[in-house]
């Protein structure tokens, strides 16, 4: 059926921040089949942003049923599942009945940001980063589970008589996949805990301290486990199949990218972008801005760190252009406007929407353009939509560098927006350096791919995976250095004017 052999084939799914897709991989890494299904943003109030689970666990359930359907196979040919996910968003469901009790509260969601001040003061942000690697900001888990308990009626008696449980995406998927109800797994893996802003980093497990100061009953926690190893078999439509990986999609696009050795980097440009760095067994703390978190654990083998860039917005940059301001009908056009003309025309776009990440940790931060004179069209709008990912990659790899020591070489990318050249052209040029994508774009399903594998014996080691990493395009500088350096420095200026927005 499948025009790629035989088979057998691993199965992936990746729960997103927009999408839900599952992608069927076989042997030699290659994509079989994918099916994609968006599920509803929901934005509250401005700085809220929720997702409906059981909407998205339909979803879920759906396309793996298309997945299949397309490649033209059954359960049967599927050896194993992994599962990747959007980090960070958080739910609480009902243990009995297997209902969410609120909606899951996003990763991009800033309505923490007063109650983590709360938990800063007098010590300041970094309070939990020695034991989490992670500064008090509204990005992390734990805060919206506080926030969850503290502010929907009766959740914390709920909480306190055991009948809730708190999951990222990840858990919410197993849970359901393996049982639900019925027996489901209440398990997470460690690069998904190591985002709650609860786990220790050290000791890969739940902190009680930390669960005690941000008002955490711990029996609401799921069980940390590898991000490869058989964690259940799959009930339903997929019975059988052993549910065998997962892994923070970020961590997941390190894995598919084969960054396994101490060094390699890589970036994945989606909602957001996420450039991690692998740092091998030692957990790396960061004094310019990054995160340190768990790159991935294969089974009972010693844990990888990263250390990690986030930058909240990128591709919801163009997401917002075309839908909230309509000045474009299709992702895609944002290339062909911003290509009609020759430079931004003066103007900056810094999309603090969700304040800023990395490397400056700011909720009071919201979004600014400046520059604008009469002279700015929609087209050089779009190009300074394209340049602040450039820009804020820039701004990540500077603070990779002080942290590290190391130059960059090149980046590897993947991600949607690397189909976008000049994009990517662009980016070669602030960074100075080449970018590089491989074939296989979609590193982060294959990631989870690659670990589900291993944790079966699908594939037998990392050096067979690396064998799959093929180079399929490469961009290297074209820019003038003392343009690039005004442009910077320009930058620069713009992201101050976001600071301290929000009183
Ligand atoms: O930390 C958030 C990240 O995991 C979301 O990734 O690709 O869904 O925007 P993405």
Redesign the pocket.
Same mark, same amino acid.
């Given at each position: 059926a499948s025009t790629h052999g035989e088979g057998p084939f691993i199965a992936a799914i990746?729960q997103?921040?927009?999408s839900s897709r599952c992608i069927v991989f076989d042997k030699d890494g290659r994509i079989v089949a994918v099916d994609q299904k968006e599920h509803e943003q929901i934005f509250p109030k401005p700085g809220w942003v929720e997702h409906d689970a059981a909407e998205i666990w339909t979803n879920v359930q759906q396309v793996v049923a298309g997945a299949l359907e397309q490649a033209g196979i059954t359960k049967a040919d599927v050896k194993a599942l992994g599962i990747t996910?959007? +980090?960070?968003?958080t739910l609480l469901w009902d243990k009995a009945t297997g209902e969410p009790v609120h909606n899951a509260l996003v990763?991009?969601d800033t309505r923490t940001d007063t109650l983590c001040r709360e938990l800063g003061r007098n010590v300041g942000q970094d309070r939990f980063r020695r034991e989490t690697g992670l500064p008090l900001a509204s990005?992390f888990s734990g805060p919206k589970i506080r926030w969850l308990l503290d502010n929907v009626d009766g959740l914390r008696e709920r909480a306190e008589r055991g009948e809730l449980l708190f999951g990222t995406m990840d858990s919410w998927v197993i849970w359901n996949l393996t049982g639900g109800p019925d027996g489901g797994r209440h398990v997470t893996d460690v690069t998904n805990a190591s +985002?709650t802003m609860l786990m220790n980093l050290h000791s890969m497990s739940w902190d009680e301290k930390i669960c005690q100061s941000m008002g955490v009953p711990m029996s609401l926690l799921p069980e940390i486990r590898s991000s490869a190893e058989v964690y259940g078999e799959a009930k339903g439509e997929l019975a059988g199949v052993p549910v065998a990986s997962a892994l923070?999609?970020?961590q997941a696009a390190l894995f598919g990218q084969t960054c396994f050795s101490e060094g390699e980097a890589k970036s994945?440009y989606?909602?957001?972008t996420?450039l991690l760095l692998n740092t091998g067994h030692e957990a790396v703390n960061s004094y310019n801005g990054l995160l340190t978190t768990v790159g991935y654990r294969i089974g009972d083998e010693q844990p990888v760190y990263a250390l990690e860039g986030?930058i909240?917005v990128t591709?919801?940059l163009v997401q917002w252009m075309r839908d909230q301001m309509g000045l474009i009908s299709t992702a895609a056009e944002i290339e062909t406007l911003a290509s009609s003309v020759e430079d931004n025309g003066g103007a900056y776009f810094v999309p603090a929407f969700s304040g800023l990440f990395a490397p400056y940790w700011r909720d009071d931060a919201r979004g600014v353009i400046a520059g604008l004179t009469r002279y700015v069209t929609k087209a050089h709008l779009a190009r300074a939509v394209l340049e602040a990912t450039a820009w804020q990659t820039r701004e990540i790899v500077d603070a990779m560098q002080k942290d590290s020591g190391v130059e960059l070489t090149a980046l590897k990318v993947d991600?949607g927006m690397t189909s976008n050249n000049l994009l990517m052209q662009t980016m070669s040029d602030f960074l100075d350096a080449p970018v590089v994508r491989p074939m296989v774009a979609e590193t982060?399903c294959l990631g989870a791919a690659y670990a589900a594998g291993l944790a079966v014996g699908f594939w037998s080691d990392v050096d067979e995976l690396r064998a799959n990493w093929k180079r399929a395009a490469e961009w290297t500088p074209d820019m003038d250095a003392a343009d690039r350096d005004r442009e910077y420095k320009n930058w620069l200026k713009a992201v101050q004017r976001t600071m301290g927005w929000i009183e």
């Amino acid at each position: 059926a499948s025009t790629h052999g035989e088979g057998p084939f691993i199965a992936a799914i990746d729960q997103g921040t927009t999408s839900s897709r599952c992608i069927v991989f076989d042997k030699d890494g290659r994509i079989v089949a994918v099916d994609q299904k968006e599920h509803e943003q929901i934005f509250p109030k401005p700085g809220w942003v929720e997702h409906d689970a059981a909407e998205i666990w339909t979803n879920v359930q759906q396309v793996v049923a298309g997945a299949l359907e397309q490649a033209g196979i059954t359960k049967a040919d599927v050896k194993a599942l992994g599962i990747t996910n959007q +980090r960070e968003t958080t739910l609480l469901w009902d243990k009995a009945t297997g209902e969410p009790v609120h909606n899951a509260l996003v990763w991009q969601d800033t309505r923490t940001d007063t109650l983590c001040r709360e938990l800063g003061r007098n010590v300041g942000q970094d309070r939990f980063r020695r034991e989490t690697g992670l500064p008090l900001a509204s990005y992390f888990s734990g805060p919206k589970i506080r926030w969850l308990l503290d502010n929907v009626d009766g959740l914390r008696e709920r909480a306190e008589r055991g009948e809730l449980l708190f999951g990222t995406m990840d858990s919410w998927v197993i849970w359901n996949l393996t049982g639900g109800p019925d027996g489901g797994r209440h398990v997470t893996d460690v690069t998904n805990a190591s +985002r709650t802003m609860l786990m220790n980093l050290h000791s890969m497990s739940w902190d009680e301290k930390i669960c005690q100061s941000m008002g955490v009953p711990m029996s609401l926690l799921p069980e940390i486990r590898s991000s490869a190893e058989v964690y259940g078999e799959a009930k339903g439509e997929l019975a059988g199949v052993p549910v065998a990986s997962a892994l923070g999609d970020q961590q997941a696009a390190l894995f598919g990218q084969t960054c396994f050795s101490e060094g390699e980097a890589k970036s994945t440009y989606g909602t957001g972008t996420f450039l991690l760095l692998n740092t091998g067994h030692e957990a790396v703390n960061s004094y310019n801005g990054l995160l340190t978190t768990v790159g991935y654990r294969i089974g009972d083998e010693q844990p990888v760190y990263a250390l990690e860039g986030a930058i909240a917005v990128t591709g919801s940059l163009v997401q917002w252009m075309r839908d909230q301001m309509g000045l474009i009908s299709t992702a895609a056009e944002i290339e062909t406007l911003a290509s009609s003309v020759e430079d931004n025309g003066g103007a900056y776009f810094v999309p603090a929407f969700s304040g800023l990440f990395a490397p400056y940790w700011r909720d009071d931060a919201r979004g600014v353009i400046a520059g604008l004179t009469r002279y700015v069209t929609k087209a050089h709008l779009a190009r300074a939509v394209l340049e602040a990912t450039a820009w804020q990659t820039r701004e990540i790899v500077d603070a990779m560098q002080k942290d590290s020591g190391v130059e960059l070489t090149a980046l590897k990318v993947d991600g949607g927006m690397t189909s976008n050249n000049l994009l990517m052209q662009t980016m070669s040029d602030f960074l100075d350096a080449p970018v590089v994508r491989p074939m296989v774009a979609e590193t982060t399903c294959l990631g989870a791919a690659y670990a589900a594998g291993l944790a079966v014996g699908f594939w037998s080691d990392v050096d067979e995976l690396r064998a799959n990493w093929k180079r399929a395009a490469e961009w290297t500088p074209d820019m003038d250095a003392a343009d690039r350096d005004r442009e910077y420095k320009n930058w620069l200026k713009a992201v101050q004017r976001t600071m301290g927005w929000i009183e």
